[in-house]
DNA sequence: CGCCAATATAACCGATTGTTATGAAAATCG
DNA sequence: CGATTTTCATAACAATCGGTTATATTGGCG
């Protein structure tokens, strides 16, 4: 037999509240409407639910086992509400964000930390992926928020873009590198030493390539390719290597003086770090209050690079 | 926001269907009906559920996630139903019975676990008591049944009494008791030894005080009372004491080679034991099917006395 | 015995749920 | 690439349900 969902809450409440009227209070409805439910049921059911003649209201045996299940369904309800209430704030849900690998080892996956600070009951759940794949993904839905750089011209698909950043990359090496001891390395010097590359498919790999090509290097020597960026931290620590990584990557990682930037201009790529999603997206806060948290840790990273600048001198 | 239950449990269908019109089906409702429950859901909650213009149908992360509750939901409603059905032919529920002791101890206690072999599903929940106190217990809607022996001619109440077994007392001892050495015991014999009395208020009490008053005693050596039957075993195992029991209770316990019957007639009770319940209690099939349960155990219990009987010589 | 509180009943109305019929959009397939 | 088929959305309508207020009954208690 097929029971409504709604005379079992009705029934749990009445049951937890001892009494037709608390229970009918309980969830905000009269108290003729409850009577008449319980009635229902009973005549449906064919069995009591209640000891009758008694007050206080005592539950029969099944009246209790029924009651049970409806509190179980009372307690899904709550959730449910909560989750819908949660979800218009932000306050729960999930975030599915893809990035380019460095950019999330090295900023965004500090960044999802510090975020859950404010934000405990939101769940990230993150993959990797260069530009294609992650608009690919975003045009799926398998993913809500993208964090990959983009040529600044790239436009006019339906994927809406907010930059974050602008594209600067440095020549990075290890701390103790031949190179940092030389007053002003030149272009040139590069060529001298071995290369680790970016992964395959990633714009730091073109940009490796025009820059060398722009420095009249002929053929490189790449030694090593396709480790993330933890890899690559740990080879240039013994390795004499070189590689291409962005500006903020390198600056973030100050502090575990492993790697730093050679103090060598280059040219800036014509790209920017740029948060993406679908223009027609379903609303999803939770998705916006982590971009908005991303932006704007962004924003207090540029402050923080500019005082940096300020009082460091950096290369020419 | 509050949600309607019934609104969750088809999102649950449809998400895990794969499908509006499979969805549907699986709760035996038509396709519309269920495709406009998810329009209005969309429409009160302001965020859609699906992602639109995709086949096969992709919930979004809030609709998974609301799915999810009313799946609990739709588990509850089922459990609900099984529970109904179950407890309609007797396969689920709870059976409350309260019972004196002795009867309890030797006797229900296995009955109830031969019963559970068939309703693995049923719970029985004990309580002990005398007439008096079980009667209350009826009354109150404490406990479903009470087993326990009834005066034959009290009746009139609003208590339905089935008679299981005829009162008949025996005189029991330790089987190495001096007594039954002794060719032909005579009732005035019994007034040379110690006596455990049965626990006060019980039938059984009365029962000895009379007997012994018909034997022409006095006085009664009362040496120990107050113990379960467990309890009297093992005292009896030791003192050569002697005490009144029901027969049955001595004969279930023959294989344990602890405590006999003297083979004297002494009379039996005005008195059967019987299965109490209140004419108007409301239906319990569980406790019916144990009731019968009983009974037939009883019965059982009745012809395989008849044969021991007529296989061993018992007084007179 | 009589009052008070709690529950059951009655009468009414609007919302909701179900139905069938049908249109539109998407996927499938030759 | 167009036809076919499947699936979802919409429309219109009937019936029921679930809610309300007003009122009668009933059980508990002083």
Redesign the interface.
């Known amino acids: 037999?097929?029971?409504?969902?709604?005379h079992?809450?009705q029934l749990a409440a009445v049951v937890k509240a001892g009494g037709v009227t608390e229970g009918a209070a309980l969830l905000g409805l009269s108290q003729p409407a409850v009577s008449r439910t319980l009635s229902m049921l009973e005549g449906r059911?064919?069995?009591?639910l209640f000891?009758k003649g008694?007050r206080p209201l005592?539950p029969?045996?099944?009246g209790r086992?029924?009651a049970d299940?409806?509190q179980?369904?009372l307690a899904?309800?709550r959730?449910?509400?909560d989750?819908?209430?949660g979800?218009?704030v932000g306050r729960?849900?999930?975030v599915?964000i893809g990035g380019t690998p460095f950019f999330m080892d090295a900023l965004i996956a500090g960044m999802i930390a510090e975020f859950q600070n404010s934000h405990p009951d939101v769940r990230i759940d993150q993959t990797y992926g260069y530009f294609s794949d992650l608009r690919a993904a975003l045009k799926a839905?398998q993913i809500d928020l993208a964090i990959c750089p983009i040529d600044i011209l790239d436009e006019g698909s339906d994927l809406e873009f907010q930059e974050i950043l602008p594209g600067r990359n440095v020549v990075a090496c290890g701390v103790t590198h031949p190179l940092l001891m030389k007053r002003r390395p030149q272009p040139a010097d590069l060529l001298d030493f071995p290369w680790v590359a970016p992964p395959p498919g990633s714009p730091l790999l073109a940009d490796l390539r025009s820059m060398l090509l722009s420095f009249g290097a002929t053929e490189i020597k790449i030694r090593y390719s396709g480790g993330s960026l933890l890899s690559v931290i740990n080879y240039m620590k013994t390795a004499n290597a070189l590689t291409i990584m962005p500006h903020t990557v390198v600056f973030s990682l100050r502090n575990e003086k492993a790697i730093t930037a050679l103090p060598i201009n280059i040219a800036h790529p014509e790209r920017a770090l740029a948060i993406l999603k679908r223009v027609d997206a379903?609303?999803?806060p939770a998705a916006d209050q982590f971009a908005n948290h991303v932006r704007s840790s962004f924003e207090k990273l540029r402050h923080l690079i500019k005082r940096h600048e300020q009082s460091v001198v950096w290369g020419n």
Chains 1, 2 share one sequence.
């Open positions: 037999m097929k029971i409504d969902e709604r079992l809450i059911l064919g069995e009591p000891v008694r005592q029969t045996p099944l086992a029924l299940h409806g179980t369904m899904a309800s959730k449910a509400s989750t819908v209430e979800f218009r729960t849900g999930v599915r839905d379903a609303r999803a």
